[in-house]
């Protein structure tokens, strides 16, 4: 059951899906200097933004400025969402060579996103992942909802892999699954997985988005992972939450998701206790204690009781 091989990528969205939905806009340097924590942290894809409207997000409107002051890290990956074109053309103007697009499985969660059913947004996306690729860009094409809705309840898996095949047969480098209220659990994300797996080209990656809402973030992580899924969304803090979803909560704590994987011997070239400073860092810009586990901890010893304070 738990014979898994291979390293793991993670890829730290506290700066887009994070902080997307936060009241509080953080500046350009604090930005830049999380970006530089989870740089020396040795995280090595990190997702600086979404080049979406200011309107709808305003904590995204600095996104095309914080790329271009960016100082890269050699090994490190920047990537950003785009949802159209206009996207696409925001991140090509600022060099981006590594994009996440992506529709959504759920008419009512797409129409409150996007105000189109997920026909339409099918149909608008694949120009913009077509031309992504054109020009050389690394394209990962994501579906939303595809785990459970926080609207509609499930989603018919067989939405979610013909989206997949889609996808694959544009020729895009990797399929991120999304949880995006947080609903599925280890059982559904294996099977859904492992369909997509049997359904898309051999070499495109697959990835995992996933949220915390009922407490089984880390649990369907290991699903993934059993499922032969070797990258997986995270943000430090355990911080996140969709903007367009009601009382789903945050991502999957970057901490939390490379500690497991630590104990279980799967390297991520992460370490877990140089993400502590940043987290409290994040608590106090934001005046609240974040969900994350780990980053509250000093050691993993700390977990165990002291002598005769529990049966």
Same mark, same amino acid.
């Given at each position: 059951?738990?014979?898994?091989?291979?390293?793991?990528?993670?890829?730290?969205?506290?700066?887009?899906?994070?902080?997307?939905?936060?009241?509080?806009?953080?500046?350009?340097?604090?930005?830049?200097?999380?970006?530089?924590?989870?740089?020396?942290?040795?995280?090595?894809?990190?997702q600086?933004?979404?080049?979406?409207?200011?309107?709808?997000?305003?904590?995204?409107?600095?996104?095309?400025?914080?790329?271009?002051?960016?100082?890269?890290?050699?090994?490190?990956?920047?990537?950003?969402?785009?949802?159209?074109k206009?996207?696409?053309?925001?991140?090509?103007?600022?060099?981006?060579?590594?994009?996440?697009?992506?529709?959504?499985?759920?008419?009512?969660?797409?129409?409150?996103?996007l105000?189109?059913?997920?026909a339409?947004?099918?149909?608008?996306?694949?120009?913009?992942?077509?031309?992504?690729?054109?020009?050389?860009?690394?394209?990962?094409?994501?579906?939303?909802?595809?785990?459970?809705?926080?609207?509609?309840?499930?989603?018919?898996?067989?939405?979610?892999?013909?989206?997949?095949?889609?996808?694959?047969?544009?020729?895009?480098?990797?399929?991120?699954?999304?949880?995006?209220?947080?609903?599925?659990?280890?059982?559904?994300?294996?099977?859904?997985?492992?369909?997509?797996?049997? /359904?898309?080209? +051999?070499? %495109?990656?697959?990835?995992?988005? *996933?949220h #915390?809402? &009922?407490?089984? !973030?880390?649990?369907?992580? @290991?699903?993934?992972?059993?499922?032969?899924?070797r990258?997986?969304?995270?943000?430090?803090?355990?911080?996140?939450?969709?903007?367009?979803?009601?009382?789903?909560?945050?991502?999957?704590?970057?901490?939390?998701?490379?500690?497991?994987?630590?104990?279980?011997?799967?390297?991520?070239g992460?370490?877990?206790? /140089?993400?502590? +400073?940043? %987290?409290?860092?994040?608590?106090? *810009?934001? #005046?609240r &204690?974040?969900? !994350?586990?780990?980053?509250? @901890?000093?050691?993993?010893?700390?977990l165990?009781?002291?002598?005769?304070?529990?049966?």
């Open positions: 059951m738990y014979n898994i091989t291979g390293d793991v990528l993670i890829e730290d969205e506290f700066l887009r899906d994070g902080l997307q939905n936060e009241k509080r806009i953080f500046s350009m340097d604090e930005k830049l200097s999380f970006i530089a924590d989870l740089e020396n942290a040795g995280v090595k894809r990190i600086v933004g979404s080049f979406v409207h200011p309107k709808w997000v305003p904590t995204m409107a600095d996104t095309d400025e914080l790329f271009t002051r960016i100082n890269p890290t050699d090994g490190v990956t920047y990537t950003a969402l785009i949802l159209n206009a996207g696409l053309d925001r991140a090509m103007a600022v060099g981006v060579k590594h994009l996440s697009m992506s529709v959504s499985a759920s008419e009512t969660h797409s129409m409150k996103n105000n189109r059913t997920v339409e947004a099918r149909t608008k996306m694949m120009p913009t992942i077509e031309k992504a690729l054109e020009e050389g860009i690394q394209v990962r094409a994501g579906i939303q909802s595809a785990l459970g809705c926080g609207f509609e309840g499930a989603i018919d898996p067989a939405v979610v892999v013909d989206i997949a095949r889609d996808y694959s047969d544009a020729g895009v480098h990797e399929i991120n699954i999304a949880d995006t209220s947080g609903l599925s659990n280890p059982k559904a994300v294996y099977e859904l997985c492992s369909a997509v797996r049997d /359904a898309v080209r +051999p070499d %495109v990656s697959l990835s995992l988005h *996933l #915390d809402t &009922r407490g089984m !973030g880390i649990a369907n992580m @290991i699903a993934g992972l059993q499922a032969g899924v990258i997986f969304d995270a943000a430090l803090g355990g911080l996140g939450g969709c903007p367009f979803v009601p009382k789903a909560t945050g991502n999957i704590a970057t901490e939390d998701a490379v500690f497991t994987l630590s104990e279980m011997g799967i390297e991520t992460i370490d877990w206790r /140089a993400l502590k +400073p940043s %987290v409290a860092r994040a608590e106090a *810009l934001l #005046d &204690r974040l969900p !994350g586990r780990m980053g509250h @901890i000093n050691q993993p010893g700390d165990l009781p002291t002598e005769g304070a529990c049966a």
